[in-house]
């Protein structure tokens, strides 16, 4: 390795971390990822800063919560003086990559990477702004909607697969490009894909491996309508759950095609792994997800919550001197950041008092960790900021709108039973108050929350009458200096351009 180890970073969309309770479930077809596991530290209780692709990205790549980043939703701007683990490990001397998805909102693209090789799979700009004047308002257009589920199956091309087949050639295209040594610094690529998030569309060869599958039911039966808990009859108004009709067989498939896009991703990572080897270059491994999918489980579809189908991830890293073993202390994607850096041997010492995340190294080689895991939800689906702790058994959840919700993990892992009214759990109930009212001050957070929306709708409504200026990545493939042209010495280039050399 180089005197700074190489980074890579393994991330996917919408994973549900129940499916990877020590590395990937056993009957997944996931032949790359159970390698990877088997070499890795494996966190097997991993929860998202925030249960939402831009604020949970956020927040993974500033170990901040979205109170601090106040990228709040999927239009809300992720501010360009905010540190990531991009600008840490530049700032050092790597070289910083991104192949695929990260959701940036506003006119900063790159956030700390010095290059992109894709553009993005969703908008940059404000237009998918929800708005808490306009309580239980749908946004049809861009709403999530019961269609991904009624229209699940089979196809050989979709929207998704275009982009993730470019995001994982792009990836092994830059492999074999560092492995040629043109540049001596250390490198950090992220290679972040768009599946398995809906739609659950998948290729007939991935399909196929669940067909007999004995996990296509959801593991907790749907809760109706009117027995959910409040944000769940939100979710599923926002959902237009009454606009569809589901069928249980429409379930299964819609659970099928999310289980074969587990395993397309499995063989895109294969494919980059084995670059990776073959190309002898040695680098930390770290494999994520942004957030979860509820797949069903209580009537309940995609993200949006804080139950464990939602808001728990699965968290793999591989890196010298860790022990490949599994975890169940409570942790969080904010922790990543601080994580990197610390095996880096970057110091974050500048800005440690204003970010939410701690390094992962010491409970990873064996000190314990006592502090809490905080999950904060502002976007669409609810109508004002919901926030969660979790610790070692219990999860609170709190919201100015709703009763509290408690659940005890260790004896009720489905989360059917809410003890927050349990005499028996009155102490753990106001400890958890405690925690929850030092942590935040949920009228501010609302306000906060509210300004930044009207803002937004302000700019996007003029930003859109007349001439309009897209913030969305655009790629450069500068062609003149690719492959052979005549400033160039045929020679040089083609020795300089072959790994190895001289076999």
Not at 26 to 38: D, G, Y
Request: net charge negative.
């Amino acid at each position: 390795m180089t005197a700074r180890p190489n980074i890579l970073i393994l991330m996917v969309d919408q994973l549900n971390g129940t499916l990877f309770p020590d590395g990937p479930a056993e009957w997944l077809h996931a032949p790359n990822l159970k390698a990877l596991a088997a070499r890795s530290v494996r966190f097997a209780n991993t929860y998202t800063g925030s249960p939402l692709c831009a604020p949970g990205r956020a927040s993974f790549m500033s170990g901040q919560l979205p109170s601090r980043t106040r990228v709040y939703d999927n239009a809300a701007e992720f501010a360009s003086d905010i540190p990531t683990y991009a600008h840490h490990l530049r700032r050092a001397g790597y070289r910083t990559t991104l192949s695929g998805k990260m959701h940036f909102v506003g006119p900063d693209q790159m956030h700390g990477f010095e290059e992109r090789l894709t553009t993005d799979i969703y908008p940059a700009d404000f237009g998918w702004t929800p708005d808490y004047r306009k309580p239980g308002e749908r946004i049809d257009w861009w709403y999530h909607n019961l269609g991904s589920v009624t229209g699940a199956g089979v196809a050989e091309i979709t929207n998704q697969l275009e982009y993730d087949d470019d995001v994982a050639h792009q990836a092994v295209q830059k492999l074999y490009d560092l492995s040629r040594g043109a540049d001596a610094r250390p490198w950090c690529l992220t290679v972040s894909f768009t599946h398995p998030h809906d739609p659950y569309v998948a290729r007939r060869k991935y399909w196929d491996l669940y067909d007999d599958c004995a996990h296509l039911d959801p593991e907790i039966p749907a809760i109706p309508y009117d027995q959910q808990d409040p944000h769940s009859k939100r979710l599923m108004d926002a959902c237009d759950w009454r606009a569809f009709d589901i069928s249980p067989d429409q379930i299964r498939r819609a659970r099928q095609g999310y289980f074969a896009n587990i395993s397309y991703i499995d063989d895109k990572i294969g494919e980059i792994l084995a670059t990776l080897e073959a190309t002898r270059q040695e680098a930390i491994i770290l494999f994520v997800s942004d957030h979860g999918d509820m797949l069903g489980d209580r009537g309940l579809w995609f993200k949006m919550n804080f139950f464990e189908g939602s808001a728990r991830v699965p968290l793999m890293l591989a890196a010298p001197g860790l022990t490949p073993h599994r975890i169940d202390t409570p942790v969080s994607t904010i922790d990543v950041t601080p994580t990197l850096c610390d095996l880096a041997g970057v110091s974050m010492t500048e800005v440690q008092p204003w970010t939410d995340g701690e390094t992962l190294v010491p409970l990873a080689t064996g000190t314990p960790r006592t502090t809490p895991v905080r999950i904060e939800y502002a976007a669409e689906g609810s109508e004002a900021p919901m926030v969660c702790i979790r610790n070692t058994y219990h999860k609170h959840t709190k919201c100015t709108l709703d009763a509290d919700q408690l659940f005890d993990l260790r004896a009720d892992p489905t989360e059917s039973r809410n003890l927050a009214t349990d005499p028996a759990y009155a102490d753990v109930l106001e400890r958890f108050q405690a925690q929850s009212a030092a942590f935040w001050d949920l009228d501010r957070f609302d306000a906060a929350v509210r300004e930044s929306q009207a803002r937004r709708w302000v700019v996007y409504e003029a930003l859109r009458n007349g001439a309009y200026f897209p913030w969305d990545f655009q790629p450069l493939q500068k062609a003149s200096e690719r492959y052979m042209r005549n400033h160039m010495d045929l020679n040089v280039l083609e020795e300089s351009k072959r790994f190895p050399r001289g076999e």
